[in-house]
């Protein structure tokens, strides 16, 4: 009987000393399922995917989603990934395009997914909703803020910026700012530009209201080109539809900047299901992107760069611009982003 209280006693204060497991960041609250999901043609049949979020920006009042393991303990490591939507999409849409949150426990990651309030034309479109500096930088710099003072920032082992199109381009754009230059350890870019641009193909953009092609673009640079090579240290993937480009470039002056190696291919990732969802009123031109479906990803590796820094190329065979990301593909992004080097944060900057 006294043996029996004894190890009763002593469990009861195991549990007492154990930390406890976070239920939210930031007042969102942790849900397994993850809130607001959905799939295939059943995202078209509910209003899931104009869910503005689980969490709030307290500067604006605007929503935003906010991804975490819910058995997350204080203290514990995470990557932090900014992932950002393109341009007249709304951020649940790039929660399911990048589904990184299905990884979450997994490789503890902490994902925040907000959406734009500003607005712009491309080309001589009408406004559409889009990234803006006047409009959205200071919210992205709020949520930023939110998340790393929530965990501290020494619990963050690497800070990510992923973006979809114009949100790639919005990430190429501040990457290098007086905000986060100290604090980002890499950008993904998904369909957002590389660089050393990878050219894109002439009918590229969304079919015309008839399903037609779009009208070739004029030759010269185009909105996903960069010709400055960025002023910041960062690893950087690129992951394109092998529709979009009109060929993969060999070399890298990102990898050219840390030394590395000749690029090296990979072993082809291989998904025999499909995304989550896709572009469901333009489907059939294939740059702008077909229904989501299996396929087979190509991977190269510029090997030994200084610091240890990631330079990778991803394309997906088949694809174009809107199918979202298979499960074996989206895990292998994630997988890299977690073997790169990160520690701004956690360094304080440095």
């Given at each position: 009987m006294m043996r029996s209280a004894i190890l009763a006693l002593g469990a009861m204060m195991a549990l007492a000393a154990t930390p406890a497991l976070a239920a939210e960041i930031a007042g969102a609250a942790c849900t397994d399922p993850a809130p607001a999901r959905c799939d295939g043609m059943d995202c078209t049949a509910s209003p899931v995917l104009a869910d503005p979020g689980n969490a709030t920006d307290p500067k604006t009042g605007r929503k935003f989603f906010l991804d975490f393991p819910c058995d997350l303990k204080p203290g514990e490591k995470v990557i932090f990934i900014l992932n950002i939507h393109g341009a007249?999409?709304?951020?649940?849409?790039?929660?399911?395009?990048?589904?990184?949150?299905?990884?979450?426990?997994?490789?503890?990651?902490?994902?925040?997914?907000?959406?734009?309030?500003?607005?712009?034309?491309?080309?001589?479109?009408?406004?559409?909703?889009?990234?803006?500096?006047?409009?959205?930088?200071?919210?992205?710099?709020?949520?930023?803020?939110?998340?790393?003072?929530?965990?501290?920032?020494?619990?963050?082992?690497?800070?990510?910026?992923?973006?979809?199109?114009?949100?790639?381009?919005?990430?190429?754009?501040?990457?290098?700012?007086?905000?986060?230059?100290?604090?980002?350890?890499?950008?993904?870019?998904?369909?957002?530009?590389?660089?050393?641009?990878?050219?894109?193909?002439?009918?590229f953009g969304p079919p015309k209201p008839d399903g037609s092609p779009p009208d070739p673009r004029p030759p010269g640079p185009s909105i996903m080109s960069y010709d400055a090579t960025p002023a910041c240290d960062f690893s950087h993937i690129y992951e394109i539809g092998e529709h979009e480009i009109t060929a993969l470039p060999t070399t890298s002056p990102w990898a050219d900047k840390y030394g590395c190696g000749p690029r090296v291919r990979q072993e082809d990732i291989i998904d025999e299901a499909p995304g989550h969802v896709w572009d469901y009123a333009r489907v059939g031109h294939k740059p702008w992107g077909m229904k989501a479906r299996p396929g087979t990803a190509q991977v190269w590796i510029y090997p030994g760069c200084k610091g240890d820094r990631l330079v990778a190329d991803v394309v997906r065979l088949d694809k174009g611009h809107t199918e979202g990301l298979e499960p074996h593909v989206t895990e292998a992004i994630v997988r890299m982003i977690a073997a790169a080097p990160g520690g701004k944060l956690a360094g304080g900057g440095k």
């Amino acid at each position: 009987m006294m043996r029996s209280a004894i190890l009763a006693l002593g469990a009861m204060m195991a549990l007492a000393a154990t930390p406890a497991l976070a239920a939210e960041i930031a007042g969102a609250a942790c849900t397994d399922p993850a809130p607001a999901r959905c799939d295939g043609m059943d995202c078209t049949a509910s209003p899931v995917l104009a869910d503005p979020g689980n969490a709030t920006d307290p500067k604006t009042g605007r929503k935003f989603f906010l991804d975490f393991p819910c058995d997350l303990k204080p203290g514990e490591k995470v990557i932090f990934i900014l992932n950002i939507h393109g341009a007249g999409s709304i951020g649940n849409w790039q929660r399911h395009y990048f589904p990184a949150l299905d990884y979450k426990t997994g490789y503890r990651l902490v994902i925040a997914t907000p959406t734009a309030n500003g607005s712009g034309a491309i080309g001589a479109g009408p406004p559409i909703r889009m990234w803006m500096p006047a409009e959205d930088d200071a919210y992205l710099q709020n949520i930023s803020d939110l998340v790393i003072d929530s965990l501290g920032a020494k619990t963050i082992k690497a800070f990510w910026l992923a973006g979809h199109s114009q949100g790639g381009f919005t990430s190429r754009r501040i990457v290098c700012s007086d905000y986060f230059r100290d604090k980002v350890d890499g950008w993904l870019s998904l369909s957002g530009g590389r660089i050393g641009q990878a050219p894109v193909v002439a009918d590229f953009g969304p079919p015309k209201p008839d399903g037609s092609p779009p009208d070739p673009r004029p030759p010269g640079p185009s909105i996903m080109s960069y010709d400055a090579t960025p002023a910041c240290d960062f690893s950087h993937i690129y992951e394109i539809g092998e529709h979009e480009i009109t060929a993969l470039p060999t070399t890298s002056p990102w990898a050219d900047k840390y030394g590395c190696g000749p690029r090296v291919r990979q072993e082809d990732i291989i998904d025999e299901a499909p995304g989550h969802v896709w572009d469901y009123a333009r489907v059939g031109h294939k740059p702008w992107g077909m229904k989501a479906r299996p396929g087979t990803a190509q991977v190269w590796i510029y090997p030994g760069c200084k610091g240890d820094r990631l330079v990778a190329d991803v394309v997906r065979l088949d694809k174009g611009h809107t199918e979202g990301l298979e499960p074996h593909v989206t895990e292998a992004i994630v997988r890299m982003i977690a073997a790169a080097p990160g520690g701004k944060l956690a360094g304080g900057g440095k």
